[in-house]
């Protein structure tokens, strides 16, 4: 079972991660939104600790969301461990290099239905650690007030998004059916199902895309980083496997993750 997953994270076709070739694609001097560069104020960390639940598993580093939320009440950064999270955030947020601590994240396995004994029947969730799970809380956010802000996404794409939800979507859908069918007019509907849409999502195929439609500086420096020398291990009951290179596509369980995959 181990091998199964840990095969799903490597670049089976060469073309996700960072050789010479693609790595062009993502230098392309054009314009980007000027919120990329934004710096990331103490609000922005104290929001994003806010929305992280409690009693949740931590990652590999086997610290839990509490402990930096000890600092949430603070106007500013006042306390050692308030300026310490702090500086590391805006460290890695203004280099995009992730330290080596942070980079690796713990998959395990929640089952889904059908044969239990096919690895296809199993959602893949990563235990990130805390700490880098709020920055890419921050980095999503960020994507979400930039999109919101200049419309990239279109509206029709509904998935993953703040204030849309399967009723709007499927109250719409049975409304223009109902309409057309008043009118005498056939409806045609096609339905895509992906095989592990989230596990070979290609990584330069991602930050092409989110170059293409203004996501640049360090904010896409951030995004780099998050996958550039990322690593994990597949955790089946108490077997944890050896550390392994994370080649293709995006964490679930990953608050930053839904809006990539918009993208």
């Given at each position: 079972m181990n091998y199964h997953f840990i095969n799903l994270a490597k670049d089976a076709t060469g073309n996700s991660q960072f050789d010479?070739?693609?790595?062009?694609?993502?230098?392309?001097?054009?314009?980007?939104?000027?919120?990329?560069?934004?710096?990331?104020?103490?609000?922005?960390?104290?929001?994003?600790?806010?929305?992280?639940p409690n009693n949740k598993a931590p990652g590999s580093d086997g610290e839990p969301?509490?402990?930096?939320?000890?600092?949430?009440?603070?106007?500013?950064?006042?306390?050692?461990?308030?300026?310490?999270?702090?500086?590391?955030?805006?460290?890695?947020?203004?280099?995009?290099?992730?330290?080596?601590?942070l980079e690796t994240s713990v998959v395990f396995l929640v089952p889904k239905k059908g044969d239990l004994k096919d690895p296809d029947n199993y959602r893949v969730i990563s235990l990130i650690t805390t700490l880098a799970k709020l920055v890419v809380k921050i980095v999503a956010t960020k994507l979400c007030k930039i999109d919101a802000k200049y419309n990239i996404l279109l509206k029709e794409q509904a998935g993953f998004r703040n204030f849309d939800e399967c009723a709007d979507q499927a109250t719409t859908l049975y409304e223009i059916v109902r309409r057309r069918k008043i009118q005498n007019k056939e409806t045609w509907l096609c339905y895509i199902d992906y095989s592990k849409p989230y596990?070979?999502?290609?990584?330069?195929?991602?930050?092409?895309?989110?170059?293409?439609?203004?996501?640049?500086?360090?904010?896409?420096?951030?995004?780099?980083?998050?996958?550039?020398?990322?690593?994990?291990?597949?955790?089946?009951?108490n077997v944890v496997s050896n550390l392994t290179e994370y080649l293709c596509g995006v964490r679930q369980g990953c608050p930053v993750s839904p809006i990539l995959f918009d993208f």
């Open positions: 010479n070739k693609l790595e062009n694609l993502i230098s392309i001097d054009c314009d980007y939104y000027i919120e990329c560069d934004s710096t990331i104020v103490w609000s922005d960390i104290t929001d994003a600790l806010g929305d992280k969301s509490e402990v930096w939320k000890l600092v949430m009440a603070e106007p500013t950064p006042s306390s050692p461990l308030a300026k310490l999270i702090n500086k590391i955030i805006n460290i890695m947020y203004d280099t995009g290099n992730i330290p080596q601590c596990d070979r999502f290609p990584h330069m195929a991602l930050l092409h895309k989110l170059r293409s439609v203004g996501i640049g500086g360090k904010l896409l420096n951030m995004i780099k980083g998050m996958y550039y020398a990322a690593k994990i291990a597949v955790r089946v009951g």
